[in-house]
């Protein structure tokens, strides 16, 4: 559905397609673009907080159209995953009825990933862990797009370690926010291959087991929420 109370996600294969061209997308990245359009998900949320969505795409299609998931994975460098993402905003604007600012769209800041959004193929070849579609359900080697919703991209490599060093408020902060906003999204956590080998030789031999690591170690008491900056200032 598009976003808010507005008209419903609406489209044909044709008018996916126009929107595909304009975009600058492939013949061959069309079904991909179709399977996310199918999803009904806007990429231009209706939220003052400036929302974006991100998509993981799995299976045999990711090397079939040339999709990045090697180094550079989340940067402008494919065309795939570029088209593909801007195909996504326009399809939500034009067929969603969606990023119409001042109606259809109140992000107060905005947010510059939403022109190409977040897409990315997991290297599932690297990986020590199952493929995200499989968890999901799905069977080994079939083509699957995944759609997560969020605030943006926030890099964890030390932090919580670095923090605790320099500014323990900080770690109260910062996990204040993370509570307060996984708790309606959830958390798309993207490792580096030698960071998840790395984490399967320390025992951690599913994704289960580093997703029951994450949630005991972010937890935060109340009095440490309510003494945060981040609650403080609303």
């Not at 964890?156 to 906003?181: C, D």
Request: net charge neutral; with cysteine; aromatic share 8%.
């Amino acid at each position: 559905m598009a976003a808010g109370s507005f008209e419903p996600w609406e489209f044909t294969v044709e008018k996916v397609a126009v929107n595909a061209v304009m975009a600058g997308a492939k013949p061959e990245h069309l079904p991909v673009i179709l399977a996310i359009a199918a999803s009904g998900v806007s990429s231009l949320d209706d939220s003052p907080h400036s929302l974006v969505r991100a998509v993981v795409v799995n299976g045999p299609v990711r090397e079939e159209i040339g999709m990045n998931f090697e180094i550079g994975a989340m940067g402008p460098f494919s065309h795939a995953n570029a088209a593909i993402g801007r195909a996504w905003s326009l399809m939500s604007r034009n067929l969603g009825n969606a990023g119409v600012v001042g109606q259809t769209y109140t992000g107060s800041q905005g947010n510059s990933l939403n022109y190409i959004n977040i897409v990315i193929a997991e290297n599932e070849s690297q990986s020590p862990w199952v493929p995200l579609s499989v968890q999901k359900g799905f069977k080994a080697g079939e083509s699957v797009v995944s759609i997560f919703s969020g605030l943006g991209i926030h890099a964890g490599q030390g932090a919580r370690r670095a923090a605790e060093r320099t500014n323990p408020s900080f770690v109260r902060q910062f996990s204040s926010i993370l509570q307060t906003f996984t708790g309606h999204f959830g958390a798309l956590i993207v490792c580096d291959p030698q960071v998840a080998k790395s984490l399967k030789a320390q025992g951690y031999d599913t994704k289960d087991k580093v997703s029951q690591w994450l949630y005991r170690n972010t937890q935060i008491t109340v009095a440490d929420y309510r003494a945060s900056a981040f609650v403080d200032e609303f």
